[in-house]
């Protein structure tokens, strides 16, 4: 059932009322009506943990699908002219998703009062103006008459076109309210739903009020705009495929995890991995200064611990709501590394939000091994890089015998579904050229794994769990899958070879 957050009615004094939001007219009648309308951030991690600081909480995994619900939506019924949003960290991510499916500028609006969310405005159950006191009566007066003088600055050179304000249920309540004749007016406004006023004809008028249909029913992850032809149809297609099922494996991965930390809370702790971020960041020279895109975040660890590392900015990208959901919480309940330096938005590595040459460097650790055609991934981080940009790449590295790889390939996909294959050195040496990348420098080593940890990593069930190890066993004497499985003790240990490439993009 859809959360809807109460707003209930205050009383404005008489000579408020001036300035209300029914009075704004434009300098000239607009050729065409000026729709606004008002959508409310998408689930925060601060709706359900409380004591986290709420301007800067992103969204949880269910705000996430709202907003991808709300985006797709909109790109089906609505031609948006201006995309705009309230400064608060979850609105901005619910717009910037938006503006990702509509092909929109984002605009964010820093002189939008804030305040709405104060306790004044959220007195809960009951809170009618008979009962509040003045003080919180005049507080939320002007706040009001701020609000109206905004809109106003808001709707200069904007008469005439369809507007999207991404913003707080409050502060929707609030504008509706100042459109209303009747100041007492309660009104509840649901995350991710839209409300319209329409200006035409020399007067405004008020469309509909927390409209929430795109939540009916479960969106997929993303919708894809028609091809202009088939070939490119089927290369869409195939890359939806292949994020819907990633994203559906690590949502339901990232729940199991949870659940078995809750059972056994002692165990909890950040996952192992085959290169520190201080060894990223010496490896790929990544200073201070230097703006990284981590193309897979998971839950968040490796983006904290690059930003603690020393990195100025770290922005983690992920396709699953729930891993982001874990990584936001986790970068709120950090307190070594300032909340500014990390940042999460859910979008697909093939298909990014940010302007060309947004990054210094960008990092994929164990991605391409997912990715049955990595060169769409590639080619947007070259996008997003400006010229000798650094592209950090850490993956398998798979043997030069295809036998073996064949085998290794088998016991992967049979542990992580998502698995599509390991490449060699010179196979991801060729896509990088291939891409518009130069190898600069590549280091190579293994990590030694206990076949145990590396199964519980990822809560695998005891069916997977069983046939993982018996594959593991059978390669013992024959080495068949270049692992040099061994026992030892109850467990089997191996060996991952693992790669990790420099590459400068080009010019030109």
């Excluded at 999207?164 to 995350?191: Q, W």
């Excluded at 008020?206 to 490119?232: C, F, G, K, M, W």
């Excluded at 059972?263 to 010496?282: K, V, Y």
Aim: aromatic share 6%; proline share 6%.
């Amino acid at each position: 059932m859809q959360q809807s957050v109460p707003v209930h009615g205050t009383p404005s004094p008489n000579e408020s009322r001036a300035r209300s939001a029914w009075s704004l007219r434009p300098p000239t009648p607009p050729a065409r009506p000026t729709r606004l309308l008002l959508a409310c951030h998408a689930e925060n991690v601060q709706s359900r943990q409380l004591h986290l600081t709420p301007d800067e909480a992103g969204l949880s995994a269910k705000g996430w699908e709202q907003t991808t619900a709300l985006a797709q939506w909109l790109h089906a019924h609505e031609e948006i002219d201006v995309l705009l949003t309230d400064t608060p960290l979850r609105a901005r991510l619910t717009a910037q998703r938006i503006g990702q499916q509509l092909d929109l500028r984002l605009q964010a609006l820093p002189y939008w009062p804030r305040g709405g969310e104060a306790a004044w405005a959220l007195e809960p159950p009951i809170a009618t103006p008979s009962n509040q006191s003045p003080e919180a009566v005049a507080r939320y007066t002007t706040y009001s008459e701020e609000l109206v003088n905004a809109l106003s600055r808001l709707l200069t050179d904007r008469w005439g076109k369809t507007i999207l304000l991404v913003t707080d249920a409050v502060t929707i309540a609030t504008l509706l309210r100042s459109f209303a004749p009747g100041a007492e007016l309660g009104i509840g406004v649901a995350h991710t739903s839209t409300s319209e006023v329409v200006y035409h004809e020399g007067r405004w008028a008020l469309a509909y009020i927390n409209r929430t249909e795109h939540i009916v029913r479960r969106s997929p992850l993303r919708r894809t705009a028609p091809a202009e032809d088939n070939q490119q149809q089927t290369v869409d297609r195939e890359l939806n495929a292949e994020i819907e099922k990633i994203a559906q494996f690590y949502n339901q991965m990232a729940l199991r995890l949870d659940h078995e930390s809750s059972e056994q809370p002692e165990n909890r702790q950040p996952p192992a991995q085959d290169m520190s971020s201080e060894q990223i960041r010496r490896f790929a020279e990544l200073g201070e200064e230097s703006r990284l895109l981590l193309a897979g975040a998971g839950s968040g660890w490796l983006a904290l611990d690059l930003a603690q590392s020393g990195i100025g900015e770290v922005v983690g990208v992920d396709v699953s709501p729930v891993m982001l959901e874990k990584a936001e919480f986790l970068r709120l309940s950090t307190k070594d590394v300032p909340l500014q330096r990390v940042n999460f938005r859910l979008a697909p590595a093939h298909d990014l939000p940010f302007q060309d040459g947004r990054f210094d460097a960008a990092l994929c650790v164990h991605l391409l091994h997912h990715l049955a055609n990595p060169r769409p991934t590639l080619r947007e981080l070259y996008r997003l890089l400006p010229a000798h940009g650094r592209l950090i790449l850490i993956d398998i590295d798979g043997s030069d015998d295809a036998v073996k790889r064949a085998t290794q390939n088998a016991i992967e996909n049979r542990r992580n579904p998502t698995h599509a294959t390991i490449r060699t050195g010179k196979q991801l040496t060729s896509l990088l050229e291939e891409c518009g990348f130069q190898v600069e420098k590549e280091q190579r080593w293994k990590v030694e794994r206990s076949a145990t940890v590396w199964l519980s990593s990822i809560a695998v069930d005891e069916a997977t769990h069983t046939a993982v190890l018996e594959m593991l066993e059978a390669s013992v004497e024959t080495d068949a899958a270049g692992l040099h499985v061994r026992r030892q003790g109850n467990d089997l240990r191996f060996d991952a070879q693992i790669v990790a490439f420099l590459a400068r993009k080009t010019a030109g």
